[in-house]
Nanobody
Framework: QVQLVESGGGLVQAGGSLRLSCAAS????????IGWFRQAPGKGRELVAA???????YYAGSVNGRFTISRDNPKNTVYLQMNNRKPEDPAAYYC?????????????????WGEGTQVTVSS
């Protein structure tokens, strides 16, 4: 497993941009798939973006074209660039790691989780 710490959350205006960071510890970070999940109050945790160890990416339809996930393996960090924020985007954002060589479809395939960072959007 790896240990994950999210940062970069905060208040952003509708239509604005924000970049989240997920810093990992562990020598095998580069071999992990990393996903960004979000959970709004009263709702389940959903996968919004993920990146495999080789750089393949996945985006949920609700964020496709607005969010970009990337990774910097020498820095053990994964980023989530969020542009054109919408009112439905506010949530707690979590990063998670999976030892799978592909991007997992199941939340249960991610075995390491950060504590989350809160993102709010002002209209």
């Amino acid at each position: 497993q790896v240990q994950l710490v999210e940062s970069g959350g905060g208040l952003v205006q509708a239509g604005g941009s924000l970049r989240l960071s997920c810093a990992a510890s562990g020598r095998t970070f580069s071999s992990y798939a990393i996903g960004w999940f979000r959970q709004a109050p009263g709702k389940g945790r959903e996968l919004v973006a993920a990146i495999s160890w080789s750089g393949n990416t996945y985006y949920a339809g609700s964020v496709n074209g607005r969010f970009t996930i990337s990774r910097d393996n020498p820095k053990n960090t994964v980023y989530l660039q969020m542009n054109n924020r919408k009112p439905e985007d506010p949530a707690a954002y979590y990063c998670a790691a999976s030892p799978r060589s592909y991007i997992p479809a199941l939340r249960s395939d991610f075995d390491s989780w950060g504590e989350g960072t809160q993102v709010t959007v002002s209209s």
